[in-house]
Nanobody
Framework: QAHLAESGGGLVQPGGSLRLSCAADGFTLDYYTVTWFRQAPGKERDGLSCIDRSDRTTYYEDSLKDRFTIFRDNDRNTVSLQMSSLEAEDTAIYSC????????????????????WGQGTQVTVSS
């Protein structure tokens, strides 16, 4: 059965870095468009970044482009989100979702195809 699992979350000090991974089990993630989201306490889920089936990337917040990088590792069947210069405001549950859209959606909450979601990983930025 197809399954997605996020890993790499944890506690990090302000200014630190983390690499989150979204690993696929039961299917080849390279054939899917993958989007990273986060949901902070008391807030709605936000789309962060997306990589499509042609490895074109989209960042849904301009402010993230300098700090977050999305990329694939096909040997490991993962899509990762490298995060740097982390701030307290980055504290959230981070989740990935995969779907068979050809391109990243203009609205990250409105993909062309049905999504498979991971369970999420907690990132806490605190001193």
């Amino acid at each position: 059965q197809a399954h997605l699992a996020e890993s790499g979350g944890g506690l990090v000090q302000p200014g630190g870095s983390l690499r989150l991974s979204c690993a696929a089990d039961g299917f080849t993630l390279d054939y899917y468009t993958v989007t990273w989201f986060r949901q902070a306490p008391g807030k709605e889920r936000d789309g962060l970044s997306c990589i499509d089936r042609s490895d074109r990337t989209t960042y849904y917040e301009d402010s993230l482009k300098d700090r977050f990088t999305i990329f694939r590792d096909n040997d490991r069947n993962t899509v990762s989100l490298q995060m740097s210069s982390l701030e307290a405001e980055d504290t959230a549950i981070y989740s990935c979702a995969a779907d068979m859209s050809m391109t990243c959606p203009h609205n990250p909450h409105n993909p062309e195809a049905t999504r498979l979601w991971g369970q999420g990983t907690q990132v806490t930025v605190s001193s």
